[in-house]
């Protein structure tokens, strides 16, 4: 499965101290053949990869992780964006919303639709219809039933009306007399996809226009999901998957290859045979199931989190010696970065955001102090105070910048370890604040 190749290629990387170019590349190889036989297209399959590729070689090492588990969190992180990144809703705008279950026969069609019509029922506050439009196995008719007895739901079924379409147009009617705001259409499945099937339920659609066409498919199937999910999708056009059986074994892989076949959202999971057992679809959380190594991505997210910290006290106390440094001051300008956008970061503050719009701050504000940080001889960026004119005009020239660029930053880096000096000594600090004018 998708989850044994992802894990044995991550075996690849163990024991080794550092990640570089030459000890990934096999580990990368084998992700992107994981997610090809998987059924990712080609092209998506290598842009996972050159993504992963790029973010491992650009990480900071930790001392706490070992090149492999950085991979293992790297790749959960791009499979969840990989599966949309966060949940899609459905639609239920609309009085009534009409809401469509397609699927092959056994997927678990009929299950979902009591379990939607519980979730709309106690979660949204809706009023809804179950509809029976399996016109072929009364047993089909009789389960649903049941389900909405369970639910508390009105159920709308005809036995000796064998058309589905107009079973469906009659329920839309009986609905809105009777002010119910969702309809639901429960419908019959083949064990195979079939033309009949595929006309019948084309022709529900077109007759009753649903918000909401959901394809429900097992996720224990494997491969043959995918299939399936392609043949509904080019007939059907549907809006979103639902995947039953999530409670068994399969750990999930079946979420990645539909959600970049059919590029259409994952919106629900059933987790079990009761009416309760349905989970709204979270990529995140599909991801830790895919890779099962949950642990480790938490273990690298803490010793991310702890290098930061640590970081950071190793600064206080350089200040305090007073040695803070060009490089420090590099690594500070790499924390704020590490942030993101900073227009994006003024316009959350309330009250910047829309006095910022028209102020040009864009990602390479910090790209001329870098330039000439990066112009600075090892020994010059440790001793700020050996910065004679000579070597500034000497950093200008090198970081094709200007004499008075080099001063300003020069300036700016005083102003700034003064400032922090000061800030770490409470009896100076007191003692400026009483000669402020
Ligand atoms: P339909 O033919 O597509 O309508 O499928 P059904 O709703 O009748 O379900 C087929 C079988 O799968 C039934 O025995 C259901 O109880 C079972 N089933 C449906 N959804 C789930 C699920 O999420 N988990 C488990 N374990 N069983 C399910
Ligand atoms: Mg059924």
Do not use: C
């Not at 509904?232 to 074994?249: A, E, P, S």
């Not at 200008?396 to 660029?405: D, H, V």
């Not at 700016?412 to 000594?425: E, H, L, Y």
């Amino acid at each position: 499965s998708l989850s044994d190749k992802l894990e044995r290629a991550f075996k690849v990387l163990k024991g080794q101290g550092q990640v570089t170019e030459i000890n990934i590349a096999e580990t990368v190889k084998e992700i992107r053949r994981a997610l090809l036989d998987a059924d990712v297209s080609y092209k998506v399959a290598k842009q996972f990869t050159d993504t992963v590729k790029e973010k491992a070689l650009g990480q900071n090492v930790i001392n706490a992780v070992s090149p492999n588990q950085l991979m293992v969190k790297i790749t959960h992180d791009e499979l969840a964006k990989l599966m949309g990144g966060g949940m899609a809703d459905i639609n239920i705008s609309g009085n009534p919303a009409v809401i469509l279950i397609s699927g092959l026969q056994g997927s678990g069609k009929t299950t979902f639709s009591g379990k939607l019509a519980n979730y709309l029922k106690t979660k949204k506050g809706k009023s809804p219809l179950l509809v029976a439009g399996d016109v072929y196995r009364p047993a089909a008719i009789d389960q649903l039933h049941v389900l909405g007895e369970q639910v508390g739901v009105e159920v709308w079924s005809d036995k000796e009306n064998k058309n589905p379409v107009d079973i469906a147009k009659q329920a839309v009617i009986h609905a809105k007399s009777k002010g119910h705001n969702v309809v639901i259409i429960d419908t019959a499945g083949r064990l195979a996809i079939d033309e009949q099937m595929m006309n019948e339920i084309e022709q529900v659609k077109k007759a009753v226009n649903p918000q909401e066409t959901l394809f429900v498919v097992d996720s224990m199937t494997g491969q043959d999901a995918v299939n399936t999910a392609k043949a509904f999708n080019d007939k059907l056009d549907f809006d979103g998957v639902v995947l039953t059986k999530l409670d068994g074994d399969t750990r999930g892989g079946a979420a990645l290859s539909i959600r970049t076949v059919v590029d259409k959202p994952i919106k629900f999971v059933g987790t079990g045979e009761k009416m309760e057992a349905l989970d709204i679809f979270y990529p995140e959380r599909m991801a830790d199931r895919i890779l099962g190594m949950g642990d480790v991505v938490s273990l690298v997210e803490r010793a991310q989190e702890q290098y930061d910290e640590e970081e950071a006290r190793k600064l206080q106390k350089k200040i305090a010696k007073n040695q803070f440094d060009f490089n420090d001051f590099m690594s500070q300008i790499a924390q704020i970065k590490k942030m993101g956008n900073v227009k994006d970061l003024m316009g959350m503050i309330p009250g910047v955001g829309k006095a910022m719009k028209d102020v040009d701050i864009d990602d390479d504000a910090f790209k001329g102090i870098e330039a000439i940080i990066q112009s600075m001889t090892p020994y010059e960026r440790e001793n700020p105070k050996s910065l004679t004119g000579s070597r500034r005009k000497r950093i200008a020239g090198g970081s094709g910048t200007s004499i008075q660029e080099v001063n300003r930053l020069i300036k700016q880096f005083d102003q700034t370890s003064k400032m922090m000096r000061m800030m770490g000594d409470k009896k100076k600090m007191a003692q400026m604040m009483k000669n402020m004018p």
